[in-house]
């Protein structure tokens, strides 16, 4: 298996710009979760799907920040306007099983975001 | 506020000797885990112990866990150079949505 696929791996954009950060899922888990990492704020989960629907977006900062999971191989995480204090590693992780965050999760390498 | 805390922030040992981390936590749990990272990669799951759990092995991992304390460790034994890295704890808490609250982490050092 090929593991969580993230893109791009890193990203330099400027203050204003739309960001899309993708990820596909470990093929046949049932739960999709994203995760931002910052020296400040260490690993803060951002919003996890299960079978497709947004469980639990608490953790998504404001309205700038968005994300789709339109079928079970593809997400998507969308920051509109970005500003430099988005800057940070972005995480997706998949699980399996019926108890959503509980199980073992399986990361991917992260994208990481510069927001100039 | 942090729901898993590390102790220590960061710790250095000789290769070959066992490493120990500790993770406390506030609120009843369904589960605990414990990941690695290495430098600029994700997480890596190394092992998942139940409330109803008190001690778990994997190789060179030994987990305990005390519900009464509200705390867990993790020890490395004979630690090697590749075991550099930082070791997150993680709870999944009973009440509400099922997910995972991490802790700051410990970074591990493996002097050779």
């Known amino acids: 298996d090929a593991g969580v696929i993230q893109s791009p791996r890193h990203e330099v954009t400027e203050m204003g710009q739309e960001v899309t950060l993708r990820c596909k899922p470990i093929s046949g888990h049932n739960s999709l979760f994203w995760y931002r990492q910052t020296m400040m704020r260490g690993l803060e989960l951002l919003i996890y799907f299960n079978n497709n629907v947004p469980i639990d977006d608490s953790g998504m900062p404001e309205d700038r920040f968005s994300a789709k999971m339109p079928n079970a191989s593809f997400s998507t995480l969308k920051i509109q306007p970005s500003e430099p204090r988005d800057s940070a590693v972005y995480f997706c992780a998949s699980s399996n099983g019926f108890r959503g965050g509980a199980h073992e999760q399986f990361f991917g390498p992260g994208t990481r975001l510069t927001v100039l | 506020s942090q729901q898993g805390e590390e102790d220590p922030q960061a710790l250095s040992i000789q290769e070959g000797e066992n490493a120990t981390m500790n993770c406390s936590y506030k609120?009843?749990?369904?589960?605990l885990q414990w990941y690695r990272q290495n430098s600029g990669r994700g997480l890596v799951h190394l092992i998942l112990i139940r409330s109803n759990e008190r001690e778990k092995h994997s190789g060179r991992l030994r987990v305990t866990l005390d519900t009464s304390k509200k705390s867990s460790s993790l020890l490395i034994t004979a630690s090697r150079a590749a075991d550099t890295a930082s070791y997150f704890c993680?709870?999944?808490?009973?009440?509400?949505?099922?997910?995972?609250?991490f802790g700051q982490g410990t970074r591990l050092t493996i002097n050779p």
């Open positions: 609120t009843s749990i369904n589960n």
């Open positions: 993680a709870t999944v808490i009973i009440q509400g949505a099922q997910k995972l609250v």
